[in-house]
């Protein structure tokens, strides 16, 4: 079929897109963190550095190359791994390798495996909540627009969208752990080691975190679908006699998802190394917590290491947020 | 419950409409109408904007209910009491014995559904039929009102379908359910003239055929007399005149309905000669081998190709053709909004590019066109500013000038877009195409966002300001007849080319080209005896 051929096109084209805009994402945060003025190797090592130390770190981020060969060198790693000295042994970092820690010692890959799968299940857990309660409270209010509970759900989500996570997250545990205690104080469990308990122990994580963002998606919903009701194909269907819960659950709901569909996106990708409040609430540790962490000891390989894979999944988010518009509306794709 | 309402009267009266009325907020849209129609029997509510006939249409199938509309009144529609009718004995009217084809047919449908599945879906609420069964009849129908390979083509979403093709899965749409009354709310408004034929002829088939009342909604008399037995003229919420289309159209009692008539621009009516010598003037703008391209490679569209054409001195060029014949475009390289791909405008003999003052242009949409945050006033001064005049006091006075020489008042000066109506809308852009002394205008569709009387208006403006300035006119338009009332020489374009160009009485009276006699056949008549006749004339090639 020719609009399906169409369509692996502009999947193909968004793809390629992404790897662009991740190349782009990578150059700039290398020149950024480690073209910036001051001695990098101080910088990196920590004050406290002897002068052995700082030759040996000079030596192995190739401070006496120019910018380019290094940023080249650290291409080489991503793809192929290198091999690098600890002073005592030689040790392999294979790829995609993001280079050592200064502080630790670490592979900053081993760093981000080690953390990753904790701010993914906050996240994947939280989005499904935020979409169901956001999405529902719009789709609702919108509806029942200029009733009683509309304005309900109206100042609802106000308030949501006025308050902080620590404070939402705070009384959900004191409540839910202090004062009734129908679950423990949360503490991180793999899913791998126990599915039953990880989701347990996720479960106010992720209702504080989700709390705060569907208000955002309630009033963007609401909007969406205040606009695609008044459009003229659904005065076609009400005037045919189609109930009101098909007009509104099918024709006005496909129409408002598009805007929904690129916020959720967004706030996906962002969520994985932003989620920084909520990590450090419920003492997950995620990638936020360690991003926040390795830019207060100014860790310039772990920071830059992170910042490139969250901006990963911000790009991934992004394309697979285009690839479902396409595939909801092919029209996206002609244009 | 309320009981359904079948009484004597309604068995052989499809709707019965008894004073009514329908207010929003403080404005009566429709004020005391009372109307009958037999089944089987076709009427047409016509009349300008604002004047409630599309409010009657919505208040038929109780659209209204649930908006804050005050309707009163009582409407009787296929045996069902629309105004004490429940919920549910409302959506059992809408669609299964009254079903509604709107204005717009790209809006009308949802966008992100295949054109068969929206069908099938009204058919099946009002059916217990089984998806299958539903889907083969959205293909039936579609067949039925003309859709080529119906059950292929049924897959499509509607931005896959022409507007033409739209507009007859609308009408399929309606059928599927077979109605008793069809209401047909602008039909053919948003559609080409030949394609307009297309479809009233359809609606005309399929009313022979199924039995089906129709009420037509149009602010077009020609479209009411190809179309329907009887006709109400609407003004301001009240009917102004009811009988039958031949009386009506033929010998109008009411003052109104001459006024509307006279303001219909006629295609079969030479215009009057003013100028022996039109024609023969010196050329102002010359355009020669103008050609346009959109998009890059494969998607290339070429929207004009290959025109020349010459504007003379103080004359009127009408540019006629249908939607994508690259009229617009051919207007925006005249006036320099567009550079053309290839080819040349000379301005007074000389090569021109990007804009010059003395070619001026008056759009479409008066209300797009103005900034809506901005005095009119303002609006008009912008070119005398752009020209380098700083003097407020001489802006004031040449603006209060020339708002007051297309008919506006001084005073408006300080007024905004919104405070006026579509025709002085018009008048302003034509004010601010005046400020900059211009020898040539551009009109791209000046009249075709407004009623017939305001039209008449706004075209008498600009005959008389050619009169008086010497101004020669590009005339851009969609509208036969209006083109033929204001041009000396008519240049008939299709697909990006001129197919026919000459003097106005010789294109129309004598046409060449055979798109040319095409478009001139689907333009309706206004009498409905010679509308008749086209229509047969328009079947014989068909079924030849």
Not at chain 1, 19 to 36: C, G, H, K, N
Not at chain 1, 140 to 156: K, M
Not at chain 2, 295 to 319: I, K, P, Q, Y
């Amino acid at each position: 079929m020719s609009v399906f051929g169409g369509l692996t096109g502009f999947v193909l084209r968004r793809v390629l897109g992404a790897v662009a805009t991740l190349f782009a994402l990578s150059v700039i945060v290398y020149v950024v963190f480690y073209a910036a003025p001051g001695n990098v190797a101080q910088i990196t090592c920590g004050p406290r550095c002897s002068p052995e130390q700082l030759h040996q770190v000079a030596q192995q981020l190739r401070l006496d190359d120019p910018l380019h060969v290094r940023y080249w060198h650290f291409l080489e790693g991503l793809v192929a791994g290198h091999d690098y000295s600890t002073g005592t042994s030689v040790e392999h970092c294979p790829a995609p390798c993001l280079g050592v820690s200064y502080q630790s010692g670490r592979q900053v890959m081993s760093i981000i495996t080690a953390k990753l799968p904790v701010s993914l299940s906050l996240v994947a857990g939280a989005m499904v909540l935020w979409l169901v309660l956001g999405v529902g409270t719009g789709v609702l209010s919108a509806w029942r627009r200029g009733r009683t509970s509309e304005r309900v759900l109206t100042a609802l989500t106000l308030a949501g969208t006025a308050t902080p996570v620590f404070v939402i997250g705070l009384v959900l545990m004191i409540v839910v752990c202090g004062e009734f205690q129908w679950l423990p104080f949360p503490q991180y469990v793999n899913l791998t080691d126990d599915p039953e308990q990880w989701a347990w122990n996720l479960l106010l994580p992720w209702l504080s975190l989700a709390l705060i963002e569907a208000a955002a998606f309630a009033r963007l919903t609401r909007a969406s679908m205040l606009e695609t009701l008044a459009e003229d194909h659904i005065r076609t269907f009400r005037a045919y006699g189609v109930g009101e819960r098909s007009v509104v659950g099918r024709h006005a709901l496909r129409g408002a998802l598009a805007p929904v569909i690129a916020l959720n996106a967004n706030n996906v990708g962002s969520a994985v190394g932003g989620a920084v409040l909520t990590e450090t609430l419920f003492g997950l540790p995620g990638i936020g917590q360690e991003l926040v962490h390795a830019v207060n000891v100014v860790d310039l390989p772990v920071v830059v290491g992170m910042v490139l894979v969250v901006g990963f999944f911000v790009v991934i988010a992004n394309t697979v947020a285009d690839v479902l518009f396409a595939v909801a509306d092919r029209r996206v794709v002609l244009a | 419950m309320s009981p359904v309402q079948t009484t004597g009267d309604a068995r052989t009266n499809l709707v019965e409409v008894t004073d009514l009325s329908v207010e929003f907020g403080e404005v009566r849209a429709v004020d005391g109408l009372s109307f009958r129609l037999a089944r089987g029997a076709a009427l047409a509510l016509v009349g300008e904007s604002g004047s409630g006939k599309s409010t009657v249409a919505s208040a038929l199938l109780g659209l209204h209910h649930g908006t804050g509309a005050r309707v009163r009144g009582s409407v009787l529609v296929a045996g069902t009491d629309v105004q004490r009718a429940s919920g549910e004995e409302l959506r059992r009217l809408r669609g299964a014995k009254a079903a509604m084809v709107f204005q717009d047919p790209l809006s009308s449908l949802d966008p992100y559904y295949a054109i068969g599945d929206q069908i099938a879906e009204v058919y099946r609420v009002h059916t217990r039929a089984s998806r299958r069964a539903a889907r083969a009849r959205a293909v039936r129908v579609l067949e039925r009102v003309g859709i080529p390979d119906a059950a292929r083509r049924s897959r499509a979403r509607p931005h896959e379908f022409s507007g033409g093709m739209r507009q007859r899965a609308l009408i399929a749409m309606a059928l599927a359910c077979e109605p008793d009354l069809l209401i047909a709310d602008e039909p053919t408004t948003a559609l080409d003239v030949t394609v307009q034929a297309q479809i009233l002829d359809l609606l005309h088939t399929l009313r022979e055929e199924t039995g089906m009342g129709l009420l037509l909604v149009t602010h077009d008399v020609g479209v009411a007399a190809e179309s329907v037995d009887e006709v109400l003229v609407m003004r301001d919420g009240r009917a102004v005149e009811h009988g039958p289309v031949t009386a009506v159209l033929g010998a109008p009692s009411a003052a109104y309905t001459r006024e509307l008539l006279g303001a219909v621009p006629r295609v079969d009516a030479p215009r009057e000669t003013r100028k022996a010598d039109s024609g023969q003037g010196e050329a102002v703008l010359e355009a020669t081998g103008l050609r346009r391209e959109f998009g890059r490679g494969r998607r290339t569209l070429t929207a004009v190709d290959g025109v020349s054409l010459t504007l003379r001195r103080g004359e009127t060029l009408g540019v006629v053709g249908e939607s994508g014949s690259g009229k617009t475009t051919l207007g925006r390289m005249l006036v320099g909004l567009l550079e053309p791909t290839a080819g040349e405008v000379r301005f007074e003999g000389r090569a021109r590019r990007g804009v010059d003052p003395a070619v001026q242009m008056v759009f479409q949409d008066p209300v797009s066109s103005l900034n809506p945050r901005r005095s009119v006033g303002e609006s008009v001064a912008d070119p005398l500013r752009a020209r380098g005049e700083r003097d407020e006091g001489r802006i004031r006075r040449r603006v209060t000038e020339l708002l007051e020489r297309v008919g506006l008042e001084g005073a408006h000066y300080d007024r905004y877009p919104h405070e006026f109506s579509g025709g002085q809308r018009q008048r302003v852009g034509i004010a601010r195409a005046l400020a900059a002394d211009p020898k040539v205008i551009v009109c791209d569709e000046p009249v075709s966002a407004l009623d017939v009387t305001t039209q008449a208006q706004v075209v008498a403006l600009l005959g008389e300001l050619q009169r008086e300035l010497g101004i020669a006119l590009v005339f851009v338009a969609h509208d036969l007849a209006v083109v033929r009332q204001v041009s000396d020489r008519v240049a008939v374009m299709h697909r990006g080319r001129i197919v026919e160009e000459g003097p106005a009485d010789e294109v129309y009276g004598a046409p060449r080209d055979p798109y040319t006699r095409q478009l001139l056949a689907a333009v309706p008549a206004l009498d409905p005896e010679a509308a008749a006749r086209r229509r047969a004339a328009r079947r014989e090639p068909a079924t030849a």
